[in-house]
């Protein structure tokens, strides 16, 4: 890998110099900067450090070095193992947030605000060394919220709970089911969350098409070029599936 480079994929550009990477502000960045710091003084370490803003208004932060899939995802990042390691490492991220408070999210808070959410804790926003999880990148969208919230997008994108016709999804409906109770088991998600957990699925990636709609007509042209692509049809189409198939994904997390 070059020593310095334009990272490919995401919203954002971002430059990679050396073991630094350059990424734009928002004036959520603050909120995000204060909460890396938290994190890592409760022992969190698989995320990166702020290291300041760089003269052009950039925030620097540390490159954490390994794969990050794209999708459909790659074998590492369908693995088994990373499977579980995601869902503790997300574990252990949301135990690290306890305490912190902020104002200024991207996001709305959303109540019970019992940890701050990552927001988008998907393969695409984590580093991989061989099949083991051991980073996390892109806190741009963290914001108070329940547990659940957060745990029912990154089982949609872990396990993940797409429709069959969604090509970024792999694994036949019961192997999904079997790897949102594997994904819970390991997060240690507890009985009444699970009860809720489809419903979650469900809301959350109604709330990303909003977001996404909201962001296109506010100017972003990443966001308008994902509609135009109909990446907003295959998350409801995705939502739809997941309500429809209650009872198989049930059964497997409240058995």
Excluded: K
Aim: proline letters at 6%; one cysteine or more.
């Amino acid at each position: 890998m070059a020593d310095h480079e334009i990272m490919a994929g995401g919203v954002n550009q971002v430059e990679r110099r050396g073991d630094r990477v350059l990424r734009p502000t928002g004036p959520w960045s603050p909120a995000v900067h204060g909460l890396l710091a938290h994190v890592r003084a409760a022992g969190f370490t698989a995320g990166p450090r702020f290291h300041g803003l760089a003269e052009d208004g950039r925030e620097v932060l540390d490159f954490l070095p390994g794969e990050v899939s794209d999708y459909p995802p790659t074998p590492a990042a369908a693995s088994r193992t990373a499977l579980l390691d995601a869902a503790r490492l997300l574990r252990a991220y949301h135990d690290a947030t306890a305490g912190y408070t902020a104002d200024g999210w991207m996001l709305p808070a959303r109540e019970p605000a019992e940890v701050v959410c990552h927001g988008d804790y998907a393969p695409h926003n984590c580093v991989l060394d061989g099949d083991h999880v051991v980073g996390v990148i892109d806190f741009d969208t963290a914001h108070p919220g329940p547990r659940l919230w957060d745990v029912a997008y990154a089982a949609y994108r872990w396990a993940p709970t797409t429709a069959p016709g969604n090509a970024d999804g792999i694994g036949t409906p019961d192997e999904q089911a079997l790897r949102v109770r594997e994904f819970c088991d390991a997060y240690g998600l507890g009985r009444a969350d699970r009860e809720g957990l489809v419903d979650a699925i469900e809301a959350r990636l109604h709330a990303l098409v909003a977001h996404m709609r909201a962001e296109a007509a506010a100017g972003s042209a990443a966001f308008a070029s994902h509609l135009a692509d109909g990446h907003h049809l295959m998350y409801l189409s995705d939502a739809a599936y997941v309500v429809r198939e209650r009872a198989r994904f049930e059964a497997r997390l409240l058995a």
